[in-house]
């Protein structure tokens, strides 16, 4: 489903080359875990997936389900499943929660030449997604992220994962900031969108989200590169002796 | 107004003095009003205001009116559908009050042309300062409008809307309103129409001990009217006036606002909204006197310039001598979407008090490019989320105004402006 290939990318304003030759492959139906020490490119790896104009590629390759997605806007590749879960969701004042998910939902519709959604089949589905990540509706009557603590935007993320159902979902960091009771929510949230043709990509600093959402392949992600991949047994392997002994390895 | 002698009258001008002569005997007024008149006329004799007049300087009258309409006794202006349904509406066609309003208990109208005639509408023609152009204007040429009552603790449950709808020519019209002691109510001004007019509004709201209004003024006047208008208020010891300013049309407009709190405890809120389009030219000015001690006010405005638009607010904040403990705060931010818009702010605080709080701030911004990749990453296209940050960006504003039905409607207003120049 996604092969990133020999990827090289800078950042646009200061030319920092933050992305180095990193190659990775996922499955359709795989859960992958990005781990890394800070400043190995995780967070970048998922804007570059999402398309931020920040960043810029200057050599490689991404395909998503065989094709280059080098080209297409943040929005083109939204449509075409590809999911973000920001690490730090944006507020924005103004816009209503309602209103925009409204505009979300229908715009994934829209690209696979559905109808827009009616009001009451809408309303019933946010509500379904609300109650299933224990969200209270009348959070979502304020608009987008404004006011709510870190774990509730967290949960509004998965939330709007959840109506739109990519088919790529990347998750940056989604741990960070949950206590364990709202860990345990987004988790089975996610957990419960998993399917054959589904792939996600998992970037966190710990093990403890991975003993929530069990993944299939962990790969170790350092100066920009990917330099060591396993299985979950990797995790706690990690867990256990830092990533000192890996990066020695690699070295 | 400009003491010195102006070399040659503008058409406008010398429009204006003809027409003065032509309508005087079809204007109402006993002696008083009458001399009043006279006295507004010679202002206009004097010259407009240029830029050379402080208050004027971002909006040079005398250059930017370049013409003025003649009077129409044929253009028909129609009523429209209140903003909130179920208002009690009260039109102003083409310059004509309705002689009968409905009115809901507690609440009189009379007509302005009555209170012109018995003189009772006398005092409150009186320029405000020296540099009173649209006073001046105004008093010369009203001839109708409205006299509202509200009696003391009554609090009305729906909006009462004032339409002031034009069809071409000139229209000169006054809103005078008082709200009893302890009474509520939302009252919405509402300028549009469909002609080339120049037209002149003048406002005026005095508000008892405790009462609380929400006063909005809703201006959509298509791209060839000139509107020219003050909103005059005085708040009385423990009253509440929020004032939210709409312009969302005209080709030259200006909006003034004048506003002293006059009892202790007295608070004022401005919220307005400025979406500019086109080449046209809108100024929003207000004179704020804090002139007792313990009140508070907040100014908040929002500009979004599009086209060649040019926009301007001067947000003037007196506190008097004696009024301490004076709370102000103002800020003016400012979207520009287009290289050739522009606006203007000039925020100016004078201060005679010493234990006061005052502050303000302007901001001109583009759109936050995080938010627009934020929506973009959730499949909206960049066009739609690009409108969406600049709707928000001002629909923040209404929504701050709490009363469900009014924020409804005024988005309703705000879809309609972006629907038409998105």
Known sequence: ?251 | MNMHTQPQRTPAETALIDAFGDRLSLLPGDGAVMLKRDDAIETIKHGLPTRRVESWHYTDLRRLLNTVPDFDPAAMAKAIAPIVDGSTVASILNGKSDAKVPAPEGVSFQRLSEKLIDGSAAAGLDPYGSDDAIGALNTAFVADGYFVDIADGVELEKPVELQNLQAGGQTHVRLAVRVGAGAKAVIVERQTGDGAALGSSVSQLVLGEGAEVTWLIVQEQPETATHLAQFKAHIGKNAKLTLFVMNAGGRLVRQEIMVRTTGEGADFKLRGINLLAGDTHTDVTMVLDHAVPHTTSTEVIRNVVTGKARGVFQGRINVHQYAQKTNAKMACNTLLLSDDGEFSTKPELEIFADDVICGHGATVTEIDHNHLFYLMARGVDEKSARGLLVKAFVAEVIEELDDEAIVEALEARLDDWFAAHG
């Open chain 1, 1 to 251: 489903m996604l092969e990133i290939k020999n990827l090289h990318a800078r950042i646009v304003d200061d030319g920092t080359e933050i992305i180095r030759g990193l190659n990775l492959t996922v499955k359709a139906g795989e859960v992958a875990a990005i781990m890394g020490p800070n400043g190995s490119g995780k967070s970048t790896l998922s804007y570059i997936l999402a398309g931020r104009e920040d960043y810029e590629v200057t050599e490689g390759d991404i395909l998503y389900n065989g094709q280059s997605i080098l080209e297409m806007d943040p929005a083109e590749r939204a449509t075409s499943g590809i999911f973000l879960a920001f690490q730090y969701p944006m507020e924005i004042p103004g816009v209503a929660t309602m209103e925009f998910l409204k505009v979300a939902m229908n715009e994934q519709r829209k690209a696979r030449g559905e109808e827009p959604l009616k009001i009451p089949e809408f309303l019933k589905r946010v509500k379904e997604a609300a109650a299933s990540l224990s969200m209270d509706m009348a959070m979502l009557k304020r608009p987008l992220n404004v006011g709510f603590s870190g774990g509730e935007k967290k949960r509004a993320e998965i939330l709007q994962m959840k109506l739109l159902e990519p088919k790529l979902c990347v998750l940056d960091e989604t741990d960070s900031g949950l206590d364990i009771d709202a860990l345990k929510i987004v988790s089975d949230g996610v957990n419960a969108l998993r399917a054959p043709d589904r792939a996600f990509l998992v970037i966190t600093h710990y093990q403890r989200l991975l003993e929530h959402i069990v993944p299939d392949t962990v790969h170790v992600l350092y100066k920009g590169q990917v330099i060591k991949s396993g299985d979950k047994s990797l995790a706690l392997d990690l867990e256990a002796n830092g990533y000192a002994g890996v990066i020695g390895e690699a070295a």
